[in-house]
């Protein structure tokens, strides 16, 4: 079973940085996309970044500019630089993976890392 872990959350002042990792594990297999979520408490999931192996980067739009997503196949983990974080980035971040296994793709969700950003 494959399986995400997310680390890198922290408390951060506004205008500071963070960088998040998440690392698959847990059997051969192939990435096929990584990418990030958050939420807020009182607030629905939203889309934060993504990244198709072999492509570029997606972003929210309120987050161009400030974050950046990057795969590193080799170790399966994908990072979300995140640079003047602003108090309302403030949630708990997830990490989503597309995995494929024999060509057969599934998905799978880490259990979230909280980034909180003073003001």
């Known amino acids: 079973q494959v399986q995400l872990v997310e680390s890198g959350g922290d408390l951060v002042q506004a205008g500071g940085s963070l960088r998040l990792s998440c690392a698959a594990s847990?059997?051969?297999?192939?990435?096929?996309?990584m990418g990030w979520y958050r939420q807020a408490p009182g607030k629905q999931r939203e889309l934060v970044a993504v990244?198709?192996?072999?492509?570029?980067?997606k972003y929210a739009d309120s987050v161009k500019g400030r974050f950046t997503i990057s795969i590193d196949i080799a170790k399966k983990t994908v990072y979300l630089q995140m640079n003047s974080l602003k108090p309302e980035d403030t949630a708990v971040y997830y990490c989503?993976?597309?995995?494929?296994?024999?060509?057969?793709?599934?998905?799978?969700w880490g259990q979230g890392t909280q980034v909180t950003v003073s003001s």
């Open positions: 989503n993976a597309e995995v494929r296994r024999f060509g057969v793709p599934s998905g799978y």
């Open positions: 847990g059997g051969i297999f192939s990435i096929n996309a």
């Open positions: 990244m198709t192996s072999g492509g570029s980067g």
